[in-house]
């Protein structure tokens, strides 16, 4: 039977890399369509059900970037970010984690953000959303985990195709090919190994994990170098 995946989302460069590579795999790779909202629940099984034979996994990018301050969001900018944040989350885990469990075999991978835990500043509607998510996938790896369904939630870094999101609280978009150990920005495709890896059986015991697949960059504080005997960071001036 040929090997099915669907992305429920394009947004992201990252996404359309994967769908892709998939596709150069061999594999049947679907989008969901734009008219089908993701976090309305009937149209999403709708699509589902018509698409589950051979289905193996799903790939479900994370919210679009929302820029805005605490004193200048609206109630309707927070519902919006909410149905396109953890409500289409949810409805997505819960729609395919419904099939994978009946078939006992499948996995849904949350490729998310750091921002789930680096702030972005002005942008706590994204960041609350990514970390909203990020605590999903651990929750529903307790609930579908037994019946055979893998969850993963996967923080990528910084690519040079995500919108600006330099704000005047804060630096993080301010040089943000420095803060990589490797200088530059991640190359195109650079996740593309890890997702299909992820969705084979050989990645259950990561299954419900967080997986850094940022380049190091929240965990990287400068090159070090030694001189008479001692480390220290060289910093960029």
């Known amino acids: 039977m040929e ?6 989302d394009l947004r992201t460069q990252e996404a359309r890399d994967a769908l892709s590579h998939f596709r150069a795999r061999g594999w049947e790779a679907l989008v969901v369509p734009e008219d089908v909202r993701l976090w309305e629940e009937a149209a999403l099984s709708a699509f589902a059900a018509a698409h589950r034979d051979g289905l193996k996994a799903v790939i479900h990018p994370a919210p679009p970037l929302s820029l805005c301050g605490f004193e200048d969001v609206t109630e309707s900018m927070f519902e ?7 409500l ?5 885990m819960k729609v395919f984690g419904g099939i994978f469990r009946e078939l006992n075999e499948g996995a849904v991978i949350f490729l998310n953000s750091i921002h789930a835990e680096k702030p972005v500043g002005r942008g706590f509607l994204f960041s609350a959303g990514c970390g909203a998510v990020q605590m999903l996938q651990r929750e529903a790896n307790q609930d ?9 939630f996967v923080q990528r870094g910084v690519s040079a195709d995500d919108p600006d999101g330099r704000s005047d609280v804060s630096a993080f978009y301010c040089g943000t090919d420095l803060r990589y150990p490797e200088r530059h920005l991640p190359q195109r495709g650079s996740l593309n ?9 050989a990645a259950a ?23 008479e005997g001692r480390d220290y960071v060289e910093r960029k001036k």
């Open 3 to 8: 090997r099915k995946i669907i992305i429920t």
């Open 80 to 86: 919006r970010a909410a149905d396109e944040g953890p």
């Open 88 to 92: 289409a989350a949810w409805c997505v």
């Open 144 to 152: 579908y985990g037994p019946d055979g369904v893998r969850t993963y």
């Open 193 to 201: 190994g890890l997702l299909e890896f992820l969705t084979t059986p």
């Open 205 to 227: 015991p990561l299954m419900g994990s967080d997986l850094r697949a940022d380049g190091g960059m929240t965990m990287y504080y400068g090159h070090r170098r030694r001189v």
